[in-house]
């Protein structure tokens, strides 16, 4: 099942793609018709048929890591559309503009906020899409740091238990109405909010930061 939303200055598809329950996006600002793609990781033919029934162009292909199921159609989806490759600086795939954490990137009506936060990588970040006259229609972009009811694992190279749980603080100053975008179809729902995941993600909650990171380190998430 995917998902599309229709705001009166935004339009955005969720996209299942490939074999491990990957989520793509497509985010386009219905006035100016522009928009990006969000982690283009396979079937890329089902993503670039969306973009054309929505009818914009795309300027911006974000990636939320570089973990290969979710960036391995960058070259394609680039060559298809001309948009420029946009990942956190420190990764080490191929990329048109190196993000750092506080960055924006505007698309019309809305702005783009880079969010760093390591912990599943060094280079995962979070993208805060804010609608100028929706204030309360945000949404955030999480790829693999945080799911629905749970959270990115933290065992392959680079992961990081304590850069995780520094990444959660930022998460959770965020306003509960915040929409959550996940980069896998891991949890109960398709979409959540900061406020749900507040009351039920047990890795939200953790005061201690010592629990956090033994709990972590004895789990194994995809």
């Not at 998902?3 to 989520?23: C, S, T």
């Not at 990081?160 to 959770?172: P, Q, T, V």
């Amino acid at each position: 099942m995917n998902v599309h939303v229709l705001l009166d200055e935004m339009e955005f598809a969720q996209i299942i793609v490939g074999n491990m329950k990957n989520f793509s996006y497509i985010v386009g600002d219905t006035d100016t018709k522009t928009g990006v793609i969000i982690d283009p990781g396979r079937d890329i033919d089902k993503i670039i048929t969306k973009v054309r029934i929505m009818d914009i162009e795309i300027k911006y292909i974000l990636n939320t890591h570089s973990h290969w199921d979710h960036a391995m159609g960058n070259k394609e989806t680039a060559q298809r559309t001309g948009a420029q490759i946009a990942i956190h600086e420190s990764a080490p795939i191929q990329k048109d503009i190196g993000l750092k954490g506080g960055d924006v990137l505007k698309l019309g009506q809305q702005s783009i906020k880079v969010i760093h936060t390591p912990g599943h990588t060094p280079d995962s970040v979070c993208f805060l899409v804010t609608n100028k006259n929706e204030k309360k229609k945000n949404f955030l972009f999480t790829g693999d740091t945080l799911f629905v009811g749970t959270c990115g694992r933290t065992d392959l190279p680079g992961g990081k238990e304590s850069d995780l749980y520094e990444s959660f603080k930022k998460i959770m100053k965020l306003d509960d109405h915040v929409k959550i975008c996940p980069g896998h179809d891991y949890g109960s729902r398709l979409i959540s909010s900061i406020r749900y995941e507040k009351r039920h993600n047990m890795y939200l909650n953790f005061t201690n930061k010592q629990e956090f990171l033994a709990v972590m380190k004895s789990a194994s998430r995809a």
